[in-house]
């Protein structure tokens, strides 16, 4: 008996330190988790090193080269984090994606859109923002670009640490800046291409608003507030369609696709035109087919606009893809070709294995780093649906071509993000309209009609959070940038 009390007592004891084993275990993933994706992320960079070394190590400035390909690594894993979200955010959003689903298409039209549409040569942004030949000499240049680099990934991570989606354009200008200030002072800046940069803090957003409102006042018109619903839709669905698809067409032929063919806004205008016409045609009967027993009410309508929705979200990844992967290798091919002919020179050619460390370096900012603002925009600053998310990504496309045709510079992240803002406050101007008119909320005190209005549509923490972020972005990449120029000088001697 006594020999089996022991053996029980001694199975308990066992049994309790097995327990905290695994307690220990589960702690242990717990804690580790959080150190995943910046694992991750930090063996990328160094690959991305390794791989410059192996190109052109063998060259007397190779330690320089592979250190700009680690900074070009890191800001190409932050424009992942940062800026993709504006394109996969409402579709996530309106629940016609999944979070999975949204990443694996962004990270395969975002990488398609660098390798194949990203160009073989692009002008330098130094050269719109300061002067090379202001500059003592290409050292200085040199280090006057890895300073850009860092100082604008080091502050897209910061914003995407806050929860604040910014343009990655602007935070690379303000880098050049400051760099170029710190390296030659006040003079040498570009002082009017930074005001049409700084007019485009306000231009951006509030095109991007109004666009998106617009047509989501003419969808609650002309469908959702239709008595036989359906019928309206199988009436304005498929020319809806078809606008998307035709200016999407135009918009990947003048921004997407413009360094593999030599197309003006005009011929890009009667591309969309054309595609446009067809698609409508096409999704006449398709619509018609997808609307026969659907239930008269707004969730049927969601049906008819979740596919246009994802196919321009993958769209508008591609093209981003083609242009915003300049921001992370373009320093860095500027840096590679001053450093292998030792001149500073007006256009950079850029090497395939830089132009992959950007479109992966993308890729896997976004697979490890992007759904806290992909959450954000889709859902946090207002409830989207597919509807509301087919006028974000409509208003982007036409934004953008409006804004080219006007020779304005534009951020499509201010874009996108004003547009999420343009369809909520439509929500709320239209549903305080409504009410009136329904003599709903004459005895209601202000009070709730306030709280309803905070917790439902805009919440004004985002709205002040985002704009703080756009405003001081160029000055705050422009400082950190200087202080950083200083450190590398230092550092060099």
């Known amino acids: 008996m006594a020999d089996k009390d022991f053996e029980a007592r001694h199975l308990e004891t066992l049994d309790r330190d097995l327990g905290r084993f695994s307690n220990l275990e589960l702690a242990t993933a717990y804690v580790a988790r ?14 991305a090193g390794m791989a410059a070394a192996l190109f052109l190590g063998q060259s007397s400035q190779g330690f320089i ?14 424009i992942g984090a940062n800026d993709v979200a504006n394109n996969m955010g ?20 975002e990488s398609a859109g660098a390798l194949i549409a990203g160009g073989d040569v692009v002008s330098t942004i ?13 050292e200085v240049f040199v280090w006057a670009m890895m300073a850009s680099l860092l100082s604008s990934a080091l502050w897209v991570n910061l914003a995407t640490w806050i929860g604040a989606p910014v343009s990655t354009t602007h935070s690379v200008v303000g880098g050049v800046m400051g760099a170029g200030i710190a390296a030659a002072g ?35 018109a002309r469908i959702v507030h239709q008595p036989d619903k359906i019928a309206a839709a199988r009436r304005w669905v498929p020319g809806l369609v078809g606008l998307m698809a035709g200016t999407f067409a135009a918009y990947l032929s003048l921004k997407g696709l413009k360094h593999l063919f030599d197309i003006s806004l005009g011929h890009s205008v009667v591309i969309g035109a054309a595609v446009g016409l067809s698609i409508w045609l096409l999704m006449i009967p398709v619509i018609a087919a997808q609307a026969r027993g659907l239930e008269n009410r707004n969730k049927s309508l969601k049906v008819l606009f979740a596919v246009p929705l994802v196919a321009s979200a993958a769209l508008l990844s591609f093209a981003h893809g083609a242009n915003d992967v300049a921001n992370a290798v373009g320093p860095l091919a500027a840096i590679v070709q001053t450093v292998a002919s030792g001149d500073v020179s007006d256009s950079v050619s850029i090497p395939s294995w830089v132009m992959l460390i950007g479109a992966f370096g993308i890729s896997f900012g976004l697979f490890l780093f992007g759904p ?6 889709g859902s946090e600053i207002t409830k989207l649906n597919p509807m509301r998310a087919y006028c974000v990504a409509l208003s982007a496309a036409i934004t953008v071509i409006v804004a080219s045709w006007l020779g304005l510079p534009v951020s499509s992240t201010h874009i996108a993000v004003g547009a999420v803002f343009g369809v909520g406050f439509f929500r709320e101007w239209d549903t305080e309209r409504r009410a009136r008119n329904a003599r709903l909320a004459v005895d209601a005190p202000l009070v709730n009609l306030e709280e309803r209005r905070r917790r439902k549509l805009v919440r004004r923490v985002h709205v ?20 950083v120029f200083y450190v590398l000088q230092v550092i060099n001697g």
């Open 34 to 47: 959080p150190m995943i994706g910046p694992g991750i992320a930090f063996v990328f960079i160094v690959l």
């Open 65 to 78: 080269v592979v250190l700009a390909a680690a900074f070009g690594a890191y800001m190409a894993l932050n």
């Open 90 to 109: 409402p579709a996530v959003g309106a629940n016609a994606l999944t979070m999975g689903g949204a990443i694996v298409i962004a990270a395969i039209f």
């Open 126 to 138: 130094a050269t719109g923002i300061i002067a090379p030949g202001t500059l003592e000499s290409s």
């Open 186 to 220: 006040f003079a040498a800046v570009n002082w009017v291409k930074i005001g049409t940069i700084a007019a485009s803090w306000v231009v951006s957003p509030l095109l991007g608003g109004i666009i998106a409102a617009g047509f989501l006042w003419f969808i609650e």
């Open 372 to 377: 806290k603002l992909i959450r954000m925009v």
């Open 464 to 483: 002040m959070t985002i704009a703080a972020a756009w405003i001081i972005t160029v000055p705050a990449a422009a400082i950190l940038s200087a202080v």
